[in-house]
């Protein structure tokens, strides 16, 4: 397959800082649409697969899967979308499309392996995928999002994973109006299941452990704030919510949120990987038929539900726009929470 040089962001070793590359992309087959990047968003897993946290990672990489951008050419087949149209991607670009979660629109579930829009394996090139971190991408239309034309195409880019990995446990939880909602953390995640959360009705709580968000957290749409380390605070909501969203993205106690789920409640994991400490205490699970679960992202159907559900009540992001030199120093912010509340990279500074 001809392939097409174009300038990334990316890195070579775990040791490395990102630096300017080059890599290759397929030229456009008939059911491909190649898009002009102008705004990636900067996700936590971008961080942790360029230092190979997770230890899976092929090299070089090139991060990014919260892609927005225009249109510039579309293969024989596409029907969907044109040539100007504005356009994103998320964490997805391939899936079997067979399976029996395919079929059912959960590509993100794909029992055959979904191909990430970067670590994954390009079937086309046969080599890695690589992100959004660069000048263009080409994907199968399937997979290419359209994006409402009223909302800040910047402060979209992070609803492609920090919006959808929200959207998806509250739309499988069925969360509407009177659905009393609670949020642990108030970071990329959190402030987004706030925002959406809130844009179906829900009344809706934050968990924090200390004192001094409740300024932010009733800006972006909050009911309330509780101080889970506050024993009469978390006494006053014993038994009041319907679902829970953990966002924290690091080992912690799960135990102290449980005793607040209502009968048949939820606390649903979406922002941590691995293993929970201390031990989960089933008595209060039992005793009201409460759950612990988890999630990951949306699928593309889903997806493009949460775009148009974002771009009919405007909602985005909340963002701080980087260029894309300033990447290596917003990875270290990042890691000292230092930023309001996800970062966007402006692609037009890579040209």
Same mark, same amino acid.
């Given at each position: 397959?001809?392939?097409?040089?174009?300038?990334?962001?990316?890195?070579?070793?775990?040791?490395?800082?990102?630096?300017?590359?080059?890599?290759?992309?397929?030229?456009?087959?008939?059911?491909?649409?190649?898009?002009?990047?102008?705004?990636?968003?900067?996700?936590?897993?971008?961080?942790?697969?360029?230092?190979?946290?997770?230890?899976?990672?092929?090299?070089?990489?090139?991060?990014?899967?919260?892609? *927005?951008?225009?249109?510039?050419?579309?293969?024989?087949?596409?029907?969907?979308?044109?040539?100007?149209?504005?356009?994103?991607?998320?964490?997805?670009?391939?899936?079997?499309?067979?399976?029996?979660?395919?079929?059912?629109?959960?590509?993100?579930?794909?029992?055959?392996?979904? *191909?990430?829009?970067?670590?994954?394996?390009?079937?086309?090139?046969?080599?890695?995928?690589?992100?959004?971190?660069?000048?263009?991408?080409?994907?199968?239309?399937?997979?290419?999002?359209?994006?409402?034309?009223?909302?800040?195409?910047?402060?979209?880019?992070?609803?492609?994973?920090?919006?959808?990995?929200?959207?998806?446990?509250?739309?499988?939880?069925?969360?509407?109006?009177?659905?009393?909602?609670? *949020?642990?953390?108030?970071?990329?995640?959190?402030?987004?299941?706030?925002?959406?959360?809130?844009?179906?009705?829900?009344?809706?709580?934050? /968990?924090?452990?200390?004192?001094?968000?409740?300024?932010?957290?009733?800006?972006?749409?909050?009911?309330?704030?509780?101080?889970?380390?506050?024993?009469?605070?978390?006494?006053?909501?014993?038994?009041?919510?319907?679902?829970?969203?953990?966002? *924290?993205?690091?080992?912690?106690?799960?135990?102290?949120?449980?005793?607040?789920?209502?009968?048949?409640?939820?606390?649903?994991?979406?922002?941590?990987?691995?293993?929970?400490?201390?031990?989960?205490?089933?008595?209060?699970?039992?005793?009201?038929?409460?759950?612990?679960?988890?999630?990951?992202?949306?699928?593309?159907?889903?997806?493009?539900?949460?775009?148009? /559900?974002?771009?009919?009540?405007?909602?985005?992001?909340?963002?701080?726009?980087?260029?894309?030199?300033?990447?290596?120093?917003?990875?270290?912010?990042?890691?000292?929470?230092?930023?309001?509340?996800?970062?966007?990279?402006?692609?037009?500074?890579?040209?």
């Amino acid at each position: 397959m001809k392939t097409t040089n174009v300038k990334a962001f990316g890195t070579k070793a775990a040791d490395a800082p990102l630096n300017e590359m080059t890599i290759a992309r397929r030229e456009v087959s008939a059911k491909d649409i190649e898009i002009e990047i102008m705004y990636c968003g900067v996700c936590h897993s971008d961080l942790h697969f360029a230092k190979n946290d997770w230890g899976i990672t092929t090299y070089p990489v090139v991060p990014g899967h919260e892609i *927005v951008g225009k249109i510039t050419n579309v293969g024989s087949a596409v029907t969907h979308l044109k040539v100007g149209d504005f356009a994103a991607v998320g964490c997805l670009v391939d899936s079997c499309r067979s399976c029996s979660s395919c079929e059912k629109d959960l590509e993100q579930y794909c029992l055959n392996g979904w *191909v990430g829009t970067y670590g994954g394996y390009d079937k086309h090139l046969n080599q890695p995928t690589h992100g959004g971190y660069s000048e263009k991408i080409v994907v199968d239309e399937h997979f290419v999002l359209k994006v409402p034309s009223n909302l800040d195409l910047a402060a979209v880019a992070p609803l492609l994973c920090a919006g959808i990995t929200t959207w998806s446990p509250l739309r499988h939880w069925k969360v509407g109006k009177g659905s009393k909602v609670a *949020v642990v953390g108030l970071g990329g995640l959190g402030h987004m299941a706030i925002k959406l959360a809130k844009g179906l009705g829900a009344e809706v709580t934050l /968990f924090s452990r200390t004192p001094g968000k409740e300024k932010d957290a009733l800006s972006l749409g909050a009911d309330a704030v509780i101080i889970s380390t506050d024993e009469k605070q978390m006494g006053s909501v014993n038994g009041k919510f319907d679902l829970i969203i953990d966002t *924290v993205p690091y080992i912690h106690d799960v135990n102290p949120y449980i005793g607040s789920l209502t009968i048949d409640g939820t606390l649903v994991l979406v922002g941590y990987l691995g293993g929970l400490e201390p031990i989960l205490n089933t008595v209060p699970m039992i005793m009201g038929r409460k759950s612990v679960s988890a999630s990951l992202i949306g699928g593309i159907a889903e997806t493009q539900e949460m775009l148009d /559900f974002c771009g009919k009540h405007n909602i985005v992001s909340e963002i701080e726009i980087i260029k894309m030199q300033d990447i290596n120093v917003a990875y270290e912010r990042m890691l000292k929470s230092d930023v309001r509340y996800r970062f966007v990279i402006d692609m037009a500074s890579l040209k």
